[in-house]
Protein backbone atom coordinates (compact mmCIF):
# COMPACT_ATOMS: atom_id res chain seq x y z
CA UNK A 1 0.00 0.00 0.00
CA UNK A 2 1.33 3.56 -0.88
CA UNK A 3 1.87 6.00 1.56
CA UNK A 4 -0.78 8.64 -0.30
CA UNK A 5 -3.20 5.54 0.53
CA UNK A 6 -2.64 5.19 4.05
CA UNK A 7 -2.34 9.25 5.11
CA UNK A 8 -6.36 9.73 4.52
CA UNK A 9 -6.91 6.58 7.43
CA UNK A 10 -4.87 8.70 9.52
CA UNK A 11 -6.67 11.54 9.21
CA UNK A 12 -9.46 9.99 9.41
CA UNK A 13 -8.54 8.00 12.93
CA UNK A 14 -7.38 11.36 14.56
CA UNK A 15 -10.58 12.89 13.41
CA UNK A 16 -12.32 10.26 15.56
CA UNK A 17 -10.57 10.67 18.63
CA UNK A 18 -10.47 14.35 18.30
CA UNK A 19 -14.14 14.31 18.11
CA UNK A 20 -14.64 11.65 21.23
CA UNK A 21 -12.13 13.96 23.40
CA UNK A 22 -13.85 17.09 22.16
CA UNK A 23 -17.42 15.50 22.96
CA UNK A 24 -16.10 14.60 26.22
CA UNK A 25 -14.50 17.95 27.14
CA UNK A 26 -17.46 19.59 26.52
CA UNK A 27 -20.13 17.29 28.29
CA UNK A 28 -17.42 17.83 31.32
CA UNK A 29 -18.09 21.95 30.93
CA UNK A 30 -21.78 21.60 30.82
CA UNK A 31 -22.15 18.98 33.67
CA UNK A 32 -19.52 22.11 35.61
CA UNK A 33 -22.19 24.77 34.37
CA UNK A 34 -25.42 23.09 34.47
CA UNK A 35 -25.53 22.44 38.08
CA UNK A 36 -27.12 24.17 41.34
CA UNK A 37 -23.70 26.04 43.11
CA UNK A 38 -25.01 26.55 47.06
CA UNK A 39 -23.81 29.81 48.62
CA UNK A 40 -24.61 30.09 52.40
CA UNK A 41 -24.28 33.47 54.44
CA UNK A 42 -25.43 35.14 57.48
CA UNK A 43 -25.72 38.56 56.67
CA UNK A 44 -26.10 41.30 59.47
CA UNK A 45 -29.29 42.73 58.62
CA UNK A 46 -33.01 42.17 58.90
CA UNK A 47 -33.54 39.43 56.92
CA UNK A 48 -31.37 37.44 59.32
CA UNK A 49 -31.89 39.08 62.52
CA UNK A 50 -35.57 39.66 62.46
CA UNK A 51 -37.35 40.37 66.07
CA UNK A 52 -41.07 38.88 65.42
CA UNK A 53 -43.24 40.61 68.21
CA UNK A 54 -46.18 38.16 69.22
CA UNK A 55 -47.20 39.90 72.06
CA UNK A 56 -50.73 40.23 71.48
CA UNK A 57 -53.48 38.75 73.48
CA UNK A 58 -54.47 36.27 70.66
CA UNK A 59 -51.71 35.35 70.75
CA UNK A 60 -50.21 32.21 72.37
CA UNK A 61 -46.39 32.78 71.44
CA UNK A 62 -43.56 34.34 73.18
CA UNK A 63 -41.45 37.06 71.26
CA UNK A 64 -38.17 36.42 69.90
CA UNK A 65 -35.60 37.35 67.82
CA UNK A 66 -35.00 34.67 64.86
CA UNK A 67 -32.00 33.99 63.66
CA UNK A 68 -31.57 32.92 59.90
CA UNK A 69 -28.98 31.56 57.23
CA UNK A 70 -29.06 33.03 53.39
CA UNK A 71 -29.19 30.70 50.59
CA UNK A 72 -28.95 31.36 47.10
CA UNK A 73 -28.35 29.27 44.09
CA UNK A 74 -25.74 30.80 42.30
CA UNK A 75 -25.83 28.17 39.69
CA UNK A 76 -27.95 27.49 36.19
CA UNK A 77 -29.80 24.48 37.18
CA UNK A 78 -33.06 24.23 39.71
CA UNK A 79 -31.35 21.92 43.24
CA UNK A 80 -33.98 19.22 43.38
CA UNK A 81 -34.38 16.94 46.20
CA UNK A 82 -32.73 19.62 48.20
CA UNK A 83 -33.21 19.76 52.20
CA UNK A 84 -31.06 21.11 55.00
CA UNK A 85 -30.24 19.17 57.70
CA UNK A 86 -28.14 19.44 61.13
CA UNK A 87 -27.04 16.26 62.31
CA UNK A 88 -24.36 17.45 65.21
CA UNK A 89 -23.96 20.36 66.95
CA UNK A 90 -20.37 21.82 69.08
CA UNK A 91 -20.16 23.79 72.18
CA UNK A 92 -17.47 25.92 73.59
CA UNK A 93 -16.09 24.61 76.86
CA UNK A 94 -15.75 26.72 79.61
CA UNK A 95 -13.23 29.69 78.46
CA UNK A 96 -11.22 26.97 76.51
CA UNK A 97 -10.72 27.17 73.14
CA UNK A 98 -12.48 23.86 72.66
CA UNK A 99 -15.53 22.94 71.37
CA UNK A 100 -17.44 19.64 72.48
CA UNK A 101 -19.91 17.67 70.78
CA UNK A 102 -23.47 17.59 71.90
CA UNK A 103 -26.03 15.04 72.63
CA UNK A 104 -28.30 15.81 69.65
CA UNK A 105 -31.09 14.39 67.61
CA UNK A 106 -30.47 15.00 63.42
CA UNK A 107 -33.05 17.32 62.28
CA UNK A 108 -34.19 18.86 59.15
CA UNK A 109 -34.38 23.15 59.13
CA UNK A 110 -37.38 24.95 57.65
CA UNK A 111 -37.46 28.43 55.96
CA UNK A 112 -38.95 31.80 57.44
CA UNK A 113 -42.12 30.30 56.08
CA UNK A 114 -42.30 27.31 58.18
CA UNK A 115 -42.08 25.38 55.38
CA UNK A 116 -39.37 22.79 53.86
CA UNK A 117 -38.75 23.75 49.88
CA UNK A 118 -37.56 20.94 47.76
CA UNK A 119 -36.51 22.40 44.79
CA UNK A 120 -34.29 25.70 44.95
CA UNK A 121 -34.46 28.01 41.82
CA UNK A 122 -31.16 29.83 40.12
CA UNK A 123 -30.66 32.79 41.35
CA UNK A 124 -33.24 33.54 43.81
CA UNK A 125 -33.28 34.11 47.89
CA UNK A 126 -34.23 31.99 50.16
CA UNK A 127 -33.83 32.44 54.12
CA UNK A 128 -33.78 29.53 56.69
CA UNK A 129 -34.37 29.44 60.40
CA UNK A 130 -31.85 27.86 61.96
CA UNK A 131 -32.13 29.20 65.74
CA UNK A 132 -33.97 31.84 67.93
CA UNK A 133 -34.17 33.50 71.22
CA UNK A 134 -37.46 33.33 72.98
CA UNK A 135 -38.18 35.70 75.83
CA UNK A 136 -40.49 34.43 78.35
CA UNK A 137 -42.43 35.32 81.22
CA UNK A 138 -42.41 34.17 84.75
CA UNK A 139 -45.25 34.98 87.11
CA UNK A 140 -44.72 34.65 90.66
CA UNK A 141 -46.83 35.15 93.60
CA UNK A 142 -45.52 37.12 96.28
CA UNK A 143 -47.36 37.66 99.44
CA UNK A 144 -50.31 38.33 96.98
CA UNK A 145 -48.77 40.28 95.14
CA UNK A 146 -48.48 39.25 91.41
CA UNK A 147 -45.00 39.60 90.12
CA UNK A 148 -43.50 39.48 86.61
CA UNK A 149 -40.18 38.33 85.47
CA UNK A 150 -38.70 38.12 82.00
CA UNK A 151 -36.16 35.71 81.21
CA UNK A 152 -34.86 34.51 77.40
CA UNK A 153 -33.30 30.95 76.36
CA UNK A 154 -31.55 30.11 72.52
CA UNK A 155 -33.24 27.18 70.58
CA UNK A 156 -32.08 25.69 67.75
CA UNK A 157 -35.25 25.50 65.74
CA UNK A 158 -36.26 22.33 63.05
CA UNK A 159 -38.28 19.36 63.49
CA UNK A 160 -40.55 19.24 66.43
CA UNK A 161 -40.18 22.05 69.17
CA UNK A 162 -36.13 22.55 68.54
CA UNK A 163 -33.78 22.05 71.10
CA UNK A 164 -32.25 24.66 73.75
CA UNK A 165 -28.68 25.60 73.45
CA UNK A 166 -28.48 27.92 76.74
CA UNK A 167 -25.42 30.54 76.70
CA UNK A 168 -22.39 30.26 75.02
CA UNK A 169 -20.76 29.67 71.70
CA UNK A 170 -21.99 27.03 69.16
CA UNK A 171 -20.79 26.04 65.88
CA UNK A 172 -23.81 24.58 64.29
CA UNK A 173 -22.57 22.20 61.25
CA UNK A 174 -25.43 22.37 58.09
CA UNK A 175 -25.71 20.62 55.68
CA UNK A 176 -26.95 21.11 52.15
CA UNK A 177 -28.42 18.07 50.16
CA UNK A 178 -29.81 18.10 46.58
CA UNK A 179 -29.42 16.24 43.28
CA UNK A 180 -26.71 16.67 40.87
CA UNK A 181 -24.35 18.05 43.41
CA UNK A 182 -22.20 16.78 46.36
CA UNK A 183 -23.43 17.49 49.78
CA UNK A 184 -21.88 20.67 50.82
CA UNK A 185 -21.17 21.88 54.70
CA UNK A 186 -21.34 25.15 56.09
CA UNK A 187 -20.61 26.12 59.57
CA UNK A 188 -22.64 28.43 61.68
CA UNK A 189 -21.13 30.23 64.47
CA UNK A 190 -23.15 31.58 66.94
CA UNK A 191 -22.42 33.14 70.38
CA UNK A 192 -25.16 34.20 72.69
CA UNK A 193 -24.73 35.70 76.75
CA UNK A 194 -27.34 38.51 77.39
CA UNK A 195 -30.63 38.26 78.89
CA UNK A 196 -32.22 40.05 76.37
CA UNK A 197 -32.56 40.31 72.61
CA UNK A 198 -29.33 42.61 72.15
CA UNK A 199 -27.39 41.99 68.76
CA UNK A 200 -24.63 43.91 70.68
CA UNK A 201 -21.26 42.21 69.63
CA UNK A 202 -20.48 42.25 73.15
CA UNK A 203 -23.17 39.65 73.60
CA UNK A 204 -24.25 38.34 70.06
CA UNK A 205 -23.19 36.86 66.57
CA UNK A 206 -23.86 34.70 64.60
CA UNK A 207 -21.33 34.03 61.42
CA UNK A 208 -20.47 31.58 58.58
CA UNK A 209 -17.00 30.19 59.10
CA UNK A 210 -15.09 27.92 56.59
CA UNK A 211 -14.31 24.34 57.21
CA UNK A 212 -10.51 25.44 57.99
CA UNK A 213 -11.63 27.94 60.54
CA UNK A 214 -13.97 25.46 62.51
CA UNK A 215 -11.06 22.33 62.41
CA UNK A 216 -8.61 25.48 64.17
CA UNK A 217 -11.48 25.89 66.92
CA UNK A 218 -12.34 22.47 67.09
CA UNK A 219 -8.58 21.36 67.61
CA UNK A 220 -7.78 19.50 71.31
Request: glycine share 0%; net charge positive; with cysteine.
Given at each position: MEWYEIVPNWITSIGTVGAVVVALFSKGIRDRYNRPKISITCPENKQCQEKINNDSESSDSSPELRIRIKLENKGNY????????????????GNENVFVQEDFT????KDYRNSKPTSIAPHLV??????SIHKYDDMTNEGGNVKSKQFYKLYLLGDGNGQELGKGTFIIPIKFYSSRIKVSVHYLKIYWDSDDFTTDKMHFSAEIITKEEFAELNKK
Open positions: IANHASINVDCIYKRRPIQMYYFDIA
